[in-house]
């Protein structure tokens, strides 16, 4: 494999800029002839991944007929989240990485600009039609290069307990100012109550928020890479939130501990801003609180917009490491696309494909428990997944997650706006990627 270097490499790593890949590297790993060669006969894959159930869904490969019997597929579970992210890494600089790994789609660049992953895109012809182009995007890192195929999404969107909402009068926000005035009209018919809380526990939040605005958080400017978290778009997210914590119309405390979970189940908080995932959440927070609960597409910033943001997702990756790329390549196609292994992903995995068409399938026809009196519940979940606007995602989005934790927690508590804690978050991300050896552009 020709020399390719870590900054050629870190470049192409950028989201929603469509950038010369210089990928002629990375394609002759994924298309030599001793790959060729070597997934031409059985071989024998190892596919690193959190999601439950994995094994059995792999399992409906290596028992198929004909060219799938040429192609074993051995799952290992592994931890998700950035602990994964460090493993992969780690066995790539030792060349020891699996065939195939699950990736979130926000490590994606950090796979990337350390040459961990591989090319596929001349794989896998065709599969692109399969997924909504914002989806889509997060795994082509913006350019022509293909570097896992997309395998489940979070759209993002509005649960409001139904029955709260008719008891006081409110209606289903369609835009950001209305959900700012449904705030204010709750406190003042119910000031025990809140619409909701501000949490600075979960980055992936504020992230999908910021994303549906339009933000570019990383792109590249010539040789360099740009960090935009004080965007236009993210500063207009948070002076709205921190402007709602700061006149103290929402509750401002984190998520998933008891208390939040307490005010869910006992109506006291009586709306979500979540994703797709939302019912299995809520099943255990809320149990108290089955059949009362509603979706709604996300409020917009200007009426009669449609977009959505991502809070979560991942994608299936094959390494730089496997000596048998197009095998792999052709299992990740066949995991994320064939309606059987789709089914199989929802049944035993309990994801929500990416897969456009997996989203309104059998697997998916009925809805979740939780929701019963939302029949048409992935049918609006599928036309919401339509609008996902596209992510910018750079090689050390653990940082900012990390800053915006520490920096958006303290503002939430002290319900001093958001202002200076964007600016942390920005300066924090700069400094990490310079300290690095990036070169940042101002």
């Given at each position: 494999m020709p020399f390719t270097s870590r900054r050629r490499l870190r470049q192409a790593a950028a989201t929603a800029v469509a950038v010369a890949l210089g990928a002629s590297s990375l394609a002759a790993c994924g298309s030599s002839d001793d790959n060729e060669e070597a997934s031409s006969g059985p071989v024998s894959l190892t596919y690193w991944t959190w999601a439950p159930g994995m094994d059995k869904v792999a399992d409906i490969w290596n028992k198929g007929p004909g060219k799938k019997a040429q192609i074993k597929v051995t799952v290992k579970k592994q931890a998700s989240g950035d602990t994964l992210v460090t493993k992969i890494l780690t066995a790539a600089k030792a060349h020891k990485a699996p065939d195939l790994v699950q990736a979130e789609y926000q490590a994606l660049a950090t796979l990337v600009s350390n040459d961990a992953l591989a090319d596929i895109s001349g794989e896998v012809g065709g599969v692109e039609k399969e997924f909504a182009a914002g989806i889509w995007q997060q795994t082509t890192l913006g350019t022509d290069a293909l570097y896992a195929i997309p395998q489940d999404s979070a759209p993002m969107a509005f649960y409001y307990r139904e029955d709260l909402f008719k008891k006081y009068g409110l209606e289903v926000p369609k835009t950001w100012d209305e959900f700012a005035e449904t705030a204010q009209k709750l406190k003042k018919k119910a000031p025990d109550k809140d619409l909701t809380t501000f949490s600075a526990n979960d980055s992936g939040l504020f992230a999908g928020l910021a994303q549906q605005a339009g933000a570019k958080w990383w792109t590249v400017d010539g040789d360099k890479w740009k960090v935009g978290i004080d965007d236009a778009a993210t500063q207009k997210v948070a002076d709205f939130w921190g402007g709602l914590v700061k006149d103290d119309v929402i509750d401002n405390q984190p998520m998933y501990t008891p208390a939040w979970n307490k005010a869910l189940n006992t109506g006291k908080q009586i709306a979500w801003v979540s994703a797709v995932w939302a019912p299995g959440t809520l099943t255990t927070a809320a149990p108290d609180t089955k059949g009362k609960w509603a979706m709604a597409p996300l409020p917009q910033w200007n009426a009669g917009d449609s977009a959505t943001g991502s809070w979560g997702g991942s994608s299936t990756a094959?390494?730089?490491?496997?000596?048998?790329?197009?095998?792999?390549?052709?299992?990740?196609?066949?995991?994320?696309?064939?309606?059987?292994?789709?089914?199989?992903?929802?049944?035993?995995?309990?994801?929500?494909?990416?897969?456009?068409?997996?989203?309104?399938?059998?697997?998916?026809?009925?809805?979740?428990?939780?929701?019963?009196?939302?029949?048409?519940?992935?049918t609006a979940a599928a036309e919401i997944a339509k609008t996902t606007a596209p992510a910018a995602w750079g090689p050390n989005v653990n940082v900012a997650y990390t800053s915006f934790k520490d920096a958006f927690g303290k503002a939430a508590k002290n319900q001093s706006g958001f202002g200076a804690a964007l600016t942390t978050m920005q300066d924090a991300t700069v400094a990490d990627l310079e300290k690095q050896g990036f070169e940042v552009a101002e």
């Open positions: 094959v390494t730089n490491d496997s000596k048998n790329k197009a095998a792999a390549a052709k299992f990740a196609s066949w995991l994320n696309t064939d309606p059987e292994a789709l089914a199989a992903l929802v049944k035993e995995s309990g994801i929500y494909p990416a897969a456009t068409a997996a989203q309104t399938g059998d697997a998916l026809a009925k809805a979740p428990d939780f929701f019963s009196n939302q029949p048409d519940f992935y």
